[in-house]
Structure formats: C-alpha cells, structure tokens
T-cell receptor, first 117, second 113 residues
Framework: DQQVKQNSPSLSVQEGRISILNCDYT??????FLWYKKYPAEGPTFLIS?????DKNEDGRFTVFLNKSAKHLSLHIVPSQPGDSAVYFC????????????????FGKGTKLSVKP | ETGVTQTPRHLVMGMTNKKSLKCEQH?????MYWYKQSAKKPLELMFV???????ENNSVPSRFSPECPNSSHLFLHLHTLQPEDSALYLC????????????FGQGTRLTVV
C-alpha cells in the first residue's frame, strides 16, 4: 500500500500561471517532506522541503504547504516557466533515525508538469 | 564534477551475466543509498549504508548484492538477474546528523535480456 500518493500523473499549465502539485500521505510518523524535480535521463534534484513543525516554506517561486491534519502537502510554482516542465516527486521521511539522515525517503509516483509557452 | 557520480549510465546484460554498478560521492556525506525506479512505480529504497555499515535492506532479492568499501563509494553487484529487474538504479548520499536532503546521481539504466 502506497504511503505517499500523487494522484495526478500529469498537469498542464500555461506559462506565467500558477502550478499546484498535490501529495497525500498516510503515515503519521512522517515528519519531514521534500519535493524533487526530475528531468529525463537525469537523477532527481532536490527542490524544497518542509518540516512537520511548519505549515509553509517558501523559496523564490516555489512554496510548499503542509496540512498535517489532512496529511496533505502541495507545491506551488508561481509564475510557472517552460523550464519547470519536469516530473515532480513528493517524498517523505520518517521520524529522524540514524542521527537525522534524510535519505530514507518514501516517494510518490510523480506528477509530470508541462508548462506551455 | 557532479556531487554523486554513477557508472555506467546504461547497461545491457544477459540473465547469466555478472555486472556491477558503481557510485561515488564527492560531498563528504556519510550515508549512501540505492534506489530503484521501475516503469510506472515510485522510487523504491533498496539499501541504506550509514558510516559504511548496512543499516537497511528492504527485502531485496539476494541477486542484488551491495558493497560499501568506504563512505565515498558504493557498489551494487548484480548476478543472475531477471528481465523484470530492468529499471533505473539511482544512488544517493546524505549527511547523517544533519537534516540535509539526499543528493542523487544520474542513475544507471539497466536492461536485462
């Protein structure tokens, strides 16, 4: 059973508009959430993260929102640019173990974002 | 030079072959990971090494054998694989003790014929 779910396999957005990517999780032990971006033929690259003690984290055009009661997080990209077209993975990490390693990640299946000029 | 380097980028092997995937990280991290990405499936954690010690094996078949000789290098030895093992194999590293994210290599695209 999937612990991290990205229910939208794809999303298409016009350049300049907002992109909203959603992610749901089932395990209440998760306490750190990350978004990764992946281009074809490349490994995932870290985009932005949020700790469970926060409900929002912003970095430039990217903002992640966390709703713990709903076990839901979302990534907002505004304004969207054609270069943002990629697959976006939501990932979650269980409560810190091994001294706080954030590599034991549970991933969603990803959402392919297409930003049209 | 990228932070996490994987070789080879592509590999085609027969079911009776033995091959190895290599991963090297230049970030000074002390934890390394193997992930597998199959078609239409999420990234799946296979093995975790912290300070060169294997701390996690997510029920991976024994035909996959990891090796971590030091904190900068990680290998995945492959033998008698099945066609369903064809996938993208990704290596990652992170720093234990600090809440840093994992950094991924570019992956090895493996095809078993």
């Amino acid at each position: 059973d999937q612990q991290v779910k990205q229910n939208s396999p794809s999303l298409s957005v016009q350049e300049g508009r907002i992109s909203i990517l959603n992610c749901d999780y089932t395990n209440s032990m998760f306490d750190y959430f990350l978004w990764y971006k992946k281009y074809p033929a490349e490994g995932p690259t870290f985009l932005i993260s949020i700790s469970s003690i926060k409900d929002k984290n912003e970095d430039g055009r990217f903002t992640v929102f966390l709703n713990k009661s709903a076990k839901h997080l979302s990534l907002h990209i505004v304004p969207s640019q054609p270069g943002d077209s990629a697959v976006y993975f939501c990932a979650a990490s269980p409560q810190m173990n091994y001294g706080g390693s954030q590599g034991n990640l549970i991933f969603g299946k990803g959402t392919k974002l297409s930003v049209k000029p | 030079e990228t932070g996490v380097t994987q070789t080879p980028r592509h590999l085609v092997m027969g079911m009776t072959n033995k091959k190895s995937l290599k991963c090297e990280q230049h970030l000074g991290h002390n934890a390394m990971y193997w992930y597998k990405q199959s078609a239409k499936k999420p990234l799946e954690l296979m093995f975790v090494y912290n300070f060169k010690e294997q701390t996690e094996n997510n029920s991976v078949p024994s035909r996959f054998s990891p090796e971590c000789p030091n904190s900068s290098h990680l290998f995945l030895h492959l033998h008698t694989l099945q066609p369903e093992d064809s996938a993208l194999y990704l290596c990652a590293s992170s720093q234990v003790g600090r809440g840093t994210e994992a950094f991924f290599g570019q992956g090895t695209r493996l095809t078993v014929v």
